[in-house]
């Protein structure tokens, strides 16, 4: 017999549905589970192995083997049992099951049924004693405790907090000692937690487990449970199932700090002269490329030994041929060049450069140098593209040193611009590591700064692409009521929204309750009264089908007649209202609390009582028929149930009778309380007794229910039906506090979760896609339609779809969306004039732009000409120019230009696409810095299912170097993200596996270097292939010997990347510099990775809180050094 001890849970098993496309075993080999055991120490670890490798992507948990004895002996044949009854007489509170899953709902982590494994649960201050009971649906069979019990032991701990107001979960992240007390299978136990502590952000607990018979079958010594944020679970699950990372990314700039030399040093003599020799020796002779007529004499005076060429090649390789040459410094973009030229110029150059890095003649240090356009001052959007193609180049050519300089914008002389050029090329020596540099003017301080790919504060939106996008729903208290005893896609919301394959504005009925996106029959759906905003519309089907039947068809309520309205604030009373008085009749209400007496004043009604006391009811009516000279209520519309749930209502149905004349009718719409028909003809059989059921009749007869709705809208068109007082939440995501308003009984009217446009567009305004005619533009243009576009221009060469997406186009064609594709050559301006005439004479006025065109046209370096270089430009550069120029009578809303990571990472073989991209950002950077305009550039990666990389199949083969591709449904997330916060000039728009990626640099380069320690938390280890028996001995590792000030110093770095960047306190607790459960596990894994062969317990950061307690434990393990 055995224990296991010391075990420590680290990294969550991700498991796939089988029909998840992510498991296509080509893109995602299978992965099989390695318990591995050293039989020399008992140590175990279980971890997941990429099926055919022996590579381990992660370890799940650790721990040791201890053995007890041999069966039998006394010592482990020992039963236990649990006392029940006396647990049970201390713990007096009996906890609702349902509220044990509040915790997971609220951090967006709902069980589903199977998983909800805790039946009743009772409770004290410092015991829990809950019976827990898996599924039996055969998925447990085989396990000794299936998963669900052990997983509902741990559930059962939550009982300890304060559930509703729980903001994280805490998980296990430890136990001392499990040891089993018997065999056999059990999938019901009784779970008994004792409380060791209990603070903050952690909890200990001994835990029992025990058959129905009561006798124990397995216990959990010190079960330590810890806090862990819901976006760490997040971050924690993607990375064990090995998903790409699909934040939004950004460049960021960041200070070139501590690096730098100062060009002043070189008049100081002795050692500082001779490095500062060595630092401007790079420039004794360095050759210029495509200086202007004006930059020239100025870069000869400052430069004595400089040699000059235009940027031809037979000059160049002259120059290079000679020798001597110590930097080339291509500095054609700081004139007035065409932006060809200058580019073809570069091309050139680094052809060259090439070929002799090739030969291995020798190659100087490459600048290209361009001015105001990345960051800071943005001067221009010209010549940005050759930092697109350097990006290139250095993927294709790691042999030569490519870097890009970027001066001050602001600089406007050319004395200027070679003043500080000699500045910055002085004391860049040194950073050759940084490829990419941007520099402020030298004159007024100077400072540089470095690209550093980070990830950006705009958010994808989260959508489900479905049949209806909704604009407002209506949440009423049955609908709640009705969600605990059935599927939520069984309630029905009212809605108002588009119907997204025609792009009408529709309202109606929708299963679902809060959907964003869903489908709905169209039998229940209608035309949107166009004077009625979406929130109104949303208000009105169910009560008004309610109100005209029950009180139109039904009672036939006539001019002069009484009627009844019980609860007259709600949406049906209000509408029950209104119908009385456009037939003539006199209303009688009841209400509840005294704002709502006074807002059914406001609305004419003289006669109103309570809703809430019975006895008040009776006598306020007698009064007010007395007063009115009425012997009696024509028409009764009910809704008020004398069931205790419903706030205790007195039964109004019986008083309401009482007060019914002599063959009136009695219309009931209440559903549950309510009375059959044999009880009220027994009552009273003369009174015509009818139950309204809308919802039956949507189920049942919708063609009926569709005709309600019409009518509706004539009733709208005779003035005879005004919206409902509403109240209105805005965004799904003030779902819980709608709901909460609307438990309190607190509003008059309906409660509506209002879901405005993610991209506010407006139904009056035109919108062009460039490029409109692609796959992608298609997929793009639907979006827009869902989102609300009324009219929409589809640009492209031919005008025409091609042959593979014509269903797509078909499908915008049968919308109600005002739809044209023009054919029109965007990269040239006369053909964009033309358009913007033909647009005018038509009297659209575009409000927006999104700029998909694009051009491959693949080459690698070697092979580039200025011909691929304008094929590339002139849809995506030009066409954007063009565009703009020629549509932008007034400001647009808004400018989406999709631009590509090949402008970001390069990309081997695209070098002027890359180019143009790197371009196109470059405008987008100029138009809002420099011009204030709302344009915003999203660099995207691969698309999955449209696209070019889809047609090229290259999302394969690039997923195998961690790329991952963009799908459909989270490209118009990120759009719509970007375009809802314009926090950027550009966005990536990437999925990225940065562990993989990562993998194809010797060092990791410093614009990715915010993404370095992925690779570092994920670098595999081997594991080794199972011995006989399933154990195999293993050879201790050697323990490393590190001063206790490097100890310190690591750890402060692994804690620095761990919280998220800054400086930590070597004698602060950890846990108070941003770390939680799961990051104090990721600190340990990166840890014990630095340090092998050193005993680290499972519980490290909170055995030993701060960085010099960590360094001090380590220390004493690795003993005195040799």
Not at 250 to 257: D, Y
Not at 642 to 664: F, N, Q, T, V, W
Not at 684 to 709: L, S
Request: hydrophobic residues 40%.
């Amino acid at each position: 017999r055995f224990a296991l001890e010391n075990i420590g849970f680290q990294n969550p098993l991700v498991l796939r549905p089988s029909n998840d496309d992510k498991v296509n075993p080509e893109l995602n080999p299978g992965v099989d589970l390695y318990l591995q055991i050293q039989e020399n120490t008992g140590r175990w670890s279980m971890s997941s192995v990429e099926s055919g490798s022996s590579d381990i992507i992660n370890t799940h948990a650790e721990g040791s083997l201890s053995f007890l004895g041999p069966k039998g002996s006394s010592s482990a044949a020992e039963l236990r049992h649990l006392p029940l009854e006396e647990i049970r007489s201390r713990c007096p509170e009996e906890v609702e099951d349902s509220r044990m899953y509040v915790p997971f709902a609220n951090i967006g982590l709902p069980l589903q049924p199977r998983f909800r494994t805790v039946r009743s649960i009772k409770r004290s201050q410092d015991e829990i004693i809950a019976w827990v009971a898996a599924q039996e649906d055969g998925t447990n069979a085989g396990f000794i405790f299936g998963p669900a019990v052990i997983d509902g032991s741990f559930q059962a701990s939550c009982a300890f907090q304060n559930l509703e107001a729980l903001p994280s979960l805490r998980i296990p992240l430890s136990i001392d000692r499990v040891q089993l007390w018997g065999q056999g299978f059990s999938p019901k136990v009784w779970v008994h937690h004792s409380l060791l502590d209990n603070s903050e952000k952690q909890m200990e607990t001994n835990v029992q487990l025990a058959r129905d018979d009561l006798t124990v079958i397995l216990t959990m010594d010190r079960m330590r449970l810890r806090e862990v944020r819901p976006e760490h679970i997040a971050k924690m699950l993607a990375a064990s199932a090995g998903d790409a990372d699909e934040d939004l990314l950004e460049v960021e700039w960041a200070p070139l700090e501590g690096k730098l030399g100062k060009e002043e040093d070189k008049v100081v003599l002795g050692i500082v002269a001779v490095i500062m020799f060595r630092r401007v020796a790079h420039l004794a002779r360095p050759l210029f490329v495509g200086a202007s007529a004006a930059l020239e004499p100025v870069l000869m005076r400052e430069f004595a030994q400089a040699s000059f060429v235009r940027g031809d090649k037979e000059s160049l390789e002259e120059k290079l041929q000679q020798g001597g040459i110590t930097a080339v410094v291509h500095v054609a973009a700081l004139g007035e060049a065409n932006e060809m030229d200058v580019l073809h110029s570069a091309l050139v150059l680094a052809q060259i450069a090439a070929q002799r890095a090739a030969a291995k003649s020798g190659v100087p240090p490459i600048w290209w140098v361009t001015h105001g356009t990345q960051e800071g001052t943005i001067r221009s959007y010209m010549h940005s593209g050759l930092w697109g193609l350097a990006r290139t180049f250095r993927m294709e050519e790691r042999g030569v040193e490519l870097r890009c300089l970027d001066l001050d914008g602001s600089l406007a002389t050319c004395d200027d611009l070679v003043s500080d050029l000699k500045h910055w090329l002085t004391v860049l020596k040194g950073t050759e590591a940084e490829t990419e540099v941007v520099v402020t003017s030298a004159a007024s301080g100077g400072s540089a700064s470095v690209s550093r790919l980070s990830r950006s504060k705009a958010m994808p939106m989260k959508a489900t692409e479905l049949l209806m996008s909704s604009r407002g729903s209506l949440s009423n208290l049955r609908p709640i009521t009705q969600e605990s005893r059935r599927a939520p896609e069984a309630t029905e919301a009212e809605r108002a929204g588009f119907r997204l394959g025609r792009g009408d504005d529709v309202f109606g009925e929708s299963p679902g309750c809060l959907k964003v996106y869903n489908a709905g029959p169209g039998a229940l759906l209608t035309p949107k009264p166009t004077s009625w905003s979406f929130e109104e519309a949303c208000c009105m089907p169910v009560i008004f089908v309610t109100v005209e039947e029950a009180l139109g068809d039904l009672a036939q309520l006539k001019r002069g007649e009484r009627v009844l309205i019980h609860a007259a604030a709600g949406g049906v009373g209000l509408v029950a209202i209104q119908y009385a008085q456009f037939v003539g009749a006199e209303v009688y209400a009841t209400a509840g609390a005294d704002e709502k007496h006074q807002f059914l004043r406001s609305m004419g009604v003289k006669y109103i009582t309570s809703s809430r006391n019975g006895a008040k009811f009776e006598d306020d009516m007698k009064a007010f028929l007395a007063e009115a000279g009425d012997d009696g209520i024509d028409v009764v519309l009910n809704s008020l149930s004398p069931l205790p749930e419903y706030r205790g209502h007195d039964d109004y149905i019986p008083r309401s009778l009482a007060l019914l004349r002599k063959g009136g009718r009695f219309m009931e719409i209440g559903k549950r309380g309510i009375w059959s028909h044999e009880q009220m003809f027994e009552a009273r059989p003369d009174v015509m007794y009818e139950k309204i059921a809308a919802d039956t009749m949507m189920d049942k007869e919708p063609w009926r229910y569709n005709g309600y709705m019409k009518r509706l809208i004539s009733r709208v068109d005779e003035g005879g039906l005004k919206p409902i007082n509403m109240h209105v939440f805005d965004g799904m995501e003030t779902g819980v506090k709608a709901m909460q308003f609307l438990q309190r009984a607190q509003n008059i009217g309906k409660v509506v979760i209002s879901q405005a446009s993610t991209l506010a567009l407006k139904q009056e305004s035109h919108y062009v896609l460039s490029g409109g005619m692609g796959a992608l533009g298609m997929v793009t243009a639907q979006y827009l339609l869902e989102e609300g576009a009324k009219s929409m221009t589809l640009l492209s060469r031919s005008g025409r779809p091609s042959a593979d997406i014509t269903e797509l186009w078909k499908a915008l064609q049968d919308s109600s969306v005002e739809l044209q594709a023009s054919p029109c050559d965007i990269g040239v301006l006369d053909a964009v004039q033309s358009l913007a005439q033909k647009l005018r004479e038509e009297k659209k006025q575009t409000a927006g732009l999104i700029h998909l065109a694009a051009v491959l046209d693949d080459a690698t370096l070697p092979k580039l000409t200025r011909g691929h270089l304008e094929r590339s430009y002139g849809a995506k550069v030009w066409g954007a120019r063009h565009l703009r120029f020629c549509l932008q009578s007034r400001p647009w809303d808004f400018a989406l230009l999709f631009s590509s990571t090949s402008a970001l990472l390069g990309s081997p073989g695209q070098g002027n696409y890359s180019a143009a991209n790197a371009a196109l950002d470059g405008h987008a950077r100029y138009w809002k810095k420099s011009l204030q305009e709302p344009v915003v550039s999203v660099q995207w990666g691969p698309w999955k299912e449209v696209g070019m990389a889809a047609q090229k199949g290259t999302v394969e083969r690039l997923r195998a170097s961690g790329v991952g591709s963009l799908t459909n449904a989270f490209g118009m997330a990120a759009l719509a993200g970007c375009l809802q916060s314009l926090p950027s000039t550009t966005i990536v728009a990437q999925p990225m596996r940065w562990a993989v990626y990562l993998k194809q640099y010797p060092k990791v380069p410093p614009f990715l270097s915010r993404f370095a320690s992925e690779v570092k938390t994920a670098k595999p280890k081997k594991a080794a292939a199972p011995a006989f028996g399933g154990m195999r001995a293993a050879i201790p590792a050697a323990v490393p010997q590190v001063d206790k000030v490097s100890l310190r110093q690591m750890l402060q770095s692994i804690a620095s990347e761990v919280a998220g960047g800054g400086v930590v306190d070597q004698d602060a607790p950890l846990m108070d510099s941003g770390m939680d459960s799961l990051s104090a596990v990721e600190f340990r894994n990166r840890f014990t990775s630095k340090m092998p062969g050193v005993n680290l317990p499972n519980t490290l950061i909170f055995d030993y809180p701060t960085i010099s307690s960590i360094a001090d434990f380590t220390a004493s393990q690795m003993g005195p050094a040799p």
